[in-house]
């Protein structure tokens, strides 16, 4: 079983910057693929962001693009979400999750995560 926490959430003004944590359980940390997710009120859950399990390769959404910063620290057990430039339509309650099982290839499909944290809510205020 993994347990992921997310943190860092909270209040800003467009174009400012927030950076969210996720620490998760776990002694195979380092193996597994990472994303992070978002829900908007009254929208699905939208793909923002993934890494593979070396960190080496990252996948983004096209509207975070050259904004947000997805990185993992394996001995810390953490993945971070840094994002810059922030804007209303990035409120959303964020998520991390973890896929355990397909080999640390990132993926920006929700189905193929097998964990997942309880969110941390990201409020841009214009």
């Known amino acids: 079983q993994v347990q992921l926490v997310e943190s860092g959430g909270g209040l800003v003004q467009a174009g400012g910057s927030l950076r969210l944590s996720c620490a998760a359980s776990?002694?195979?940390?380092?193996?597994?693929?990472m994303g992070w997710f978002r829900q908007a009120p009254g929208k699905e859950r939208e793909f923002v962001a993934a890494?593979?399990?070396?960190?080496?390769?990252?996948y983004y959404v096209d509207s975070v693009k050259g904004r947000f910063t997805i990185s993992r620290d394996n001995a810390k057990n953490t993945v971070y979400l840094q994002m810059n430039s922030l804007k209303p339509e990035d409120t959303a309650v964020y998520y991390c999750a973890a896929d355990a099982v397909r080999g640390g290839v990132a993926s920006p499909t929700p189905l193929e995560y097998d964990y997942w944290g309880q969110g941390t809510q990201v409020t841009v205020s214009s």
């Open positions: 776990g002694r195979t940390f380092s193996s597994y693929a």
């Open positions: 890494i593979n399990w070396s960190g080496g390769r990252t």
